[in-house]
């Protein structure tokens, strides 16, 4: 895990890449920690987290967004709010992912 | 079974053209997300309607179930909802958002 990081913010991280990679079959999982951004926010007291996460699923295909994001926090699950306290959320289908990087 | 604040929601995303669920209001957002959705909704320039989930801790609770969506803000257009900040965001980009927008204040 990266320097600086508590073993909870890598045990969190860790569980929450976990969770989107094995609920969604994800091909690929892109986490960022955002906590910084949010300094002194009522939230991020209590130490919960703020994450990116770019997900890549075959799942997303023929979803609009709506259905991907909520995807994603059925993923995710019971680490909103406690653990998370917010996700900000980019829901690729492979080939948009492809299209995106080319 | 729609208890009083549901049908306080329901009646709110009806009325409202545009109907979003916050934290804090459009002068002082407690929240990083909901003040990113201002923005957007401040440059589109129409009018819209807010509540403040943090000084009604029940609709808060309430609008995550009725939408199916757990965090906040949370944006209703012509009565649809339309998602969170990164979706409004995505979509103010593509442009998606104002014909969205546009359509929902020419009906009726």
Redesign the interface.
């Known amino acids: 895990m990266a320097e600086g990081k508590t073993p909870v913010e890598a045990t969190r991280e860790a569980r929450l890449r976990e969770r989107v990679r094995h609920g969604l079959a994800a091909e690929h999982v892109e986490l960022a920690d955002e906590s910084g ?2 300094v002194g ?3 991020a007291a209590g130490g919960a987290g703020y994450y990116h996460v770019v997900v890549v699923s075959p799942r997303f295909v023929g979803l609009d ?2 259905a991907r ?2 995807l994603v ?1 059925e993923a995710v699950g019971d680490l ?2 406690d653990e998370v306290h ?5 829901a690729y289908a492979p080939d948009e992912w492809r299209a995106r990087k080319a | 079974m729609a208890d009083d604040v549901t049908s306080a929601i329901e009646n709110e995303i009806r009325d409202n053209k545009i109907m979003i669920y916050m934290k804090g209001n459009p002068t002082f957002p ?4 909901s003040a990113a959705t201002m923005e957007i909704f401040h440059e589109i320039g129409k009018p819209f309607h807010t509540v403040d989930v943090l000084s009604e801790p029940a609709k808060r609770d309430a609008i995550k179930r009725y939408s ?4 906040i803000p949370q944006v209703y257009i012509g009565g649809k ?7 409004v965001r ?2 103010f980009t593509t442009g998606e958002l104002q014909k969205l927008v546009v359509d929902a204040f020419s009906s009726h």
């Open positions: 951004r949010h926010h009522p939230g967004r709506v994001h909520r926090y909103i709010p917010a996700l900000a959320i980019s | 407690q929240c990083g997300f199916n969506w757990p965090t909802f339309v998602g969170g900040c990164d979706i995505e979509m």
